[in-house]
């Protein structure tokens, strides 16, 4: 994609939202606050949490770092917004269950943020704007050792600020 799309998608997002409505000379113009606002507002409509600001959670299969395919247009929205802004930034934070060793877990861990961070460089981001953390099984989301409390735990955060 060619960086005047790039720049313009944004704009294209908000009018097709908005319907296109026009009530004056200047309705076509949007401010940079108001096209963050949107932007967020898009981003968080991705996200599986929905209590989680500016973030976006990928879940993951028991010992797999695979993602997925249903988050990939979530993550190109991601690296869109990366795109975008510039000054954003993206912190990737990946866990693990229970099951394994901590070392395992640590490893996989790592594994599952660095491909996530692959997919968002992938789409367009740039590589400084990616941070990536592995916590393995320390810090679960969720108690228990049955399945449906497990898979809660197989998954990485994807939150971003911007500085702009």
Same mark, same amino acid.
């Given at each position: 994609?060619?960086?005047?799309?790039?720049?313009?998608?944004?704009?294209?997002?908000?009018?097709?939202?908005?319907?296109?409505?026009?009530?004056?000379?200047?309705? *076509?113009?949007?401010?940079?606050?108001?096209?963050?606002?949107?932007?967020? &507002? %898009?981003?968080?409509?991705?996200?599986?949490?929905?209590?989680?600001?500016?973030?976006?959670?990928? $879940?993951?299969?028991?010992?797999?770092?695979?993602?997925?395919?249903? +988050?990939?247009?979530?993550?190109? $929205?991601?690296?869109? $917004?990366?795109?975008?802004?510039?000054?954003?930034?993206?912190?990737?934070?990946?866990?693990?269950? *229970?099951?394994?060793?901590?070392?395992?877990?640590?490893?996989?861990?790592?594994? &599952? *943020?660095?491909?996530?961070?692959?997919?968002?460089? %992938?789409? !367009?981001?740039?590589?400084?704007?990616?941070?990536?953390?592995?916590?393995?099984?320390? +810090?679960?989301?969720?108690? !228990?050792?049955?399945?449906?409390?497990? %898979? $809660?735990? &197989?998954?990485?955060?994807?939150?971003?600020?911007?500085?702009?």
């Amino acid at each position: 994609m060619n960086i005047y799309l790039r720049c313009i998608l944004p704009l294209l997002l908000l009018l097709s939202a908005s319907g296109c409505s026009s009530t004056g000379p200047d309705s *076509a113009i949007v401010s940079s606050a108001e096209a963050d606002a949107f932007n967020e &507002r %898009k981003l968080q409509a991705l996200s599986d949490e929905r209590e989680m600001v500016n973030g976006l959670v990928v $879940y993951f299969e028991t010992d797999s770092s695979a993602i997925d395919p249903r +988050y990939l247009s979530r993550l190109a $929205y991601v690296a869109n $917004y990366l795109v975008t802004e510039p000054q954003a930034e993206v912190y990737i934070e990946a866990h693990t269950d *229970a099951a394994g060793s901590p070392e395992q877990n640590a490893i996989l861990a790592q594994t &599952r *943020a660095d491909m996530i961070a692959y997919y968002i460089v %992938k789409y !367009g981001a740039l590589t400084d704007q990616v941070n990536t953390r592995a916590w393995g099984e320390h +810090y679960p989301a969720c108690e !228990g050792n049955e399945e449906n409390e497990l %898979k $809660y735990n &197989r998954r990485a955060v994807v939150e971003w600020i911007s500085h702009g």
